[in-house]
T-cell receptor, first 112, second 113 residues
Framework: AQSVTQLDSQVPVFEEAPVELRCNYS??????LFWYVQYPNQGLQLLLKYLSGSTLVKGINGFEAEFNKSQTSFHLRKPSVHISDTAEYFCAVRVGFQKLVFGTGTRLLVSP | DAGVIQSPRHEVTEMGQEVTLRCKPISGHDYLFWYRQTMMRGLELLIY????????DSGMPEDRFSAKMPNASFSTLKIQPSEPRDSAVYFCASSLRGHYEQYFGPGTRLTVT
């Protein structure tokens, strides 16, 4: 079964520093991958998605992710984070026709 | 667009009581998903519907949980009787066939004492 692994449960970073949140997926054909963000006391919001085409995907709020088939990775990056980026980030993979399976989440803590 | 609407946002109930959570998906979306989020187990898919028909309920923890979707604009998740271990945040999400990304509601925080 397809799955995703988020390697870091928590990532502390200083404001304006770059950040990378790691996600690895189990290998399969037709991989569709997603990153979601969850701010405190809110639902999940789609940041970006990879369905096909260019391996560099740009999303909202300055985030981007790169699909790497050889390393089965889909890491999320931002060149300069803000305090407001403090949130939980979830990687997800499509399984079956319309289902998503989510990773365990990575808590990004941005401090001044 | 109003997005996915869930009610109530918070529910506190005593063990043994019946709890009903409600969801209105985004208009036009034909898939609806119910998730549960806890610290211990993360985000779990409980059940999902396509065109109001339950497709996969393998994530429903036990017979105390039931979900219905009487029409395209409304779904309920019922727990009867509730237990303290049911305390969690329950999310509803919807999606459009072929578009894969899911849109989440704000969630219902359930506390069972």
């Amino acid at each position: 079964a397809q799955s995703v692994t988020q390697l870091d449960s928590q990532v502390p970073v200083f404001e304006e520093a770059p950040v990378e949140l790691r996600c690895n997926y189990s290998s399969s054909v037709s991989v569709y991958l997603f990153w979601y963000v969850q701010y405190p006391n809110q639902g999940l919001q789609l940041l970006l998605k990879y369905l096909s085409g260019s391996t560099l995907v740009k999303g909202i709020n300055g985030f981007e992710a790169e699909f790497n088939k050889s390393q089965t990775s889909f890491h999320l990056r931002k060149p300069s984070v803000h305090i407001s980026d403090t949130a939980e980030y979830f990687c997800a993979v499509r399984v079956g026709f319309q289902k998503l399976v989510f990773g365990t989440g990575t808590r990004l803590l941005v401090s001044p | 667009d109003a997005g996915v609407i869930q009610s109530p946002r918070h529910e506190v109930t005593e063990m043994g009581q019946e709890v009903t959570l409600r969801c209105k998906p985004i208009s036009g979306h034909d898939y609806l998903f119910w998730y549960r989020q806890t610290m211990m187990r993360g985000l779990e898919l409980l059940i999902y519907f396509n065109n109001n028909v339950p497709i996969d309920d393998s994530g429903m923890p036990e017979d105390r949980f039931s979900a219905k979707m009487p029409n395209a604009s409304f779904s309920t998740l019922k727990i009867q009787p509730s237990e303290p271990r049911d305390s969690a945040v329950y999310f509803c999400a919807s999606s459009l066939r072929g578009h894969y990304e899911q849109y989440f509601g704000p969630g219902t925080r359930l506390t069972v004492t």
